[in-house]
């Protein structure tokens, strides 16, 4: 795989702090949690392409495509639209599958899926929102929004007992009023 971006080695975090994924129990205060997701970040392990991990970065990317288009529409015009339309297209298609179809692929097919998504993470990320001007609000609205599903996805299971959540049937839509 190539190299791994910030967006990908939050996702990692998310996914190990949600799933378990660590011989650490889960953090506890915010003190912990953000200890744990440095080493986490400056240890660089690599992230499985697995069909979780390829559909939660998948749905990561489409938040953002969507924060783009809905909070920024009037500038994404010309080369740029073009350019935006052909990679949530691309996107669109591989969220098209779905876990279960991802599952039942050989691990050099989910790690060229996977490639393609880092792909359109770059475009996303360095290429639209850099020329549009909102790189750093694209990031901090997704990372927001990662951290916030992150946080009811490890209160569940560091209690035990599931909350109260309206993500579990409509999932959270980042706006810029947030």
């Known amino acids: 795989m190539s190299k ?3 967006v990908s080695i939050l996702l990692l975090t998310l996914l190990l702090t949600a799933c378990g994924g660590s011989d650490e129990p889960a953090a506890t205060d915010t003190a912990e949690l953000t200890e ?7 240890e660089e392990v690599p992230i499985v392409a697995n069909a979780e991990t390829i559909t939660a970065y998948g749905q990561l990317l489409n938040d953002a495509c969507v924060y783009l288009n809905e909070n920024y529409a ?4 010309g080369e740029v639209r073009i350019e935006y339309d052909a990679t949530c297209e691309r996107l669109h298609n591989i ?5 279960s179809a991802v599952a039942q692929m050989s691990d050099s097919e989910r790690e060229a899926i996977f490639a393609r998504l880092e792909e359109i993470e770059s ?16 990031t901090e609205a997704v990372t927001t929004t990662a951290d916030k599903a992150d946080t009811e996805v ?10 109260e959540t309206t993500t579990a049937a409509e999932p959270e839509r980042i706006t810029a009023a947030e």
């Open 74 to 77: 009037d500038k994404i015009t």
């Open 4 to 6: 791994i971006s910030a």
């Open 36 to 42: 744990s997701t440095t080493e986490a970040v400056s």
């Open 154 to 163: 490890s209160g569940e299971l560091i209690t035990g007992l599931p909350q």
């Open 95 to 99: 969220n098209l599958q779905g876990i």
């Open 123 to 138: 475009i996303i990320f360095d290429s639209v929102a850099e020329q549009i001007g909102v790189k750093a609000e694209l």
